[in-house]
C-alpha cells in the first residue's frame, strides 16, 4: 500500500510560480511510475506531467509544456511539479498518482493506469 500527501497548492497571480510536492510511503518509491493530474471547476480530470520510476522519462501534456517539470527525489520518496507562468486556466485540485510497481522505464498519461491517489491540493490563478 502506498500512501500520497501533496503539499504546496495555493493562491498565486497569473504569471507566478509554485512547487507542488508529493509524499509517498512505502519502501519500493523507485519502482512507482508517478503522475501529477488536475480536475478544474466543471471539467474532467487530465493528465498534467507524469515520470518513470527511475526519473529518467517524462510526459506533459501539451497545455503545460515549457512551463511545467516534473521531477523526483527516489532517495525522498518524493515528486515534485515545479509550475512557473501559471494562467487562470491552469486553476484546479492537482492530484498525484502512483502506478503500483511499473519499474525504472514505465510511463503512462492515462489516469486509469494509476492505482494510488493522493487526497488533492487547490491551485488557484487569479488574473
Known amino acids: 500500500q502506498v500512501q500520497l500527501v501533496e503539499s504546496g497548492g495555493g493562491l498565486v497571480q497569473a504569471g507566478g510560480s509554485l512547487r507542488l510536492s508529493c509524499a509517498a510511503s512505502?519502501?519500493?518509491?523507485?519502482?512507482?511510475?508517478m503522475g501529477w493530474f488536475r480536475q478544474g471547476p466543471g471539467k474532467e480530470r487530465e493528465v498534467v506531467a507524469t515520470?518513470?520510476?527511475?526519473?529518467?522519462?517524462?510526459y506533459y501534456a501539451d497545455s503545460v509544456k515549457g512551463r511545467f517539470t516534473i521531477s523526483r527525489d527516489n532517495a525522498k520518496n518524493t515528486v515534485y511539479l515545479q509550475m512557473n507562468s501559471l494562467k487562470p486556466e491552469d486553476t484546479a485540485v492537482y492530484y498525484c498518482?502512483?502506478?503500483?510497481?511499473?519499474?525504472?522505464?514505465?510511463?503512462?498519461?492515462?489516469?486509469?493506469?494509476?492505482?494510488?491517489w493522493g487526497q488533492g491540493t487547490q491551485v488557484t490563478v487569479s488574473s
Open positions: 498518482a502512483a502506478v503500483r510497481n511499473s519499474g525504472t522505464y514505465y510511463i503512462t498519461p492515462s489516469w486509469n493506469e494509476y492505482d494510488y
Open positions: 512505502g519502501r519500493t518509491f523507485s519502482s512507482n511510475a
Open positions: 515520470i518513470s520510476g527511475g526519473g529518467g522519462r517524462t
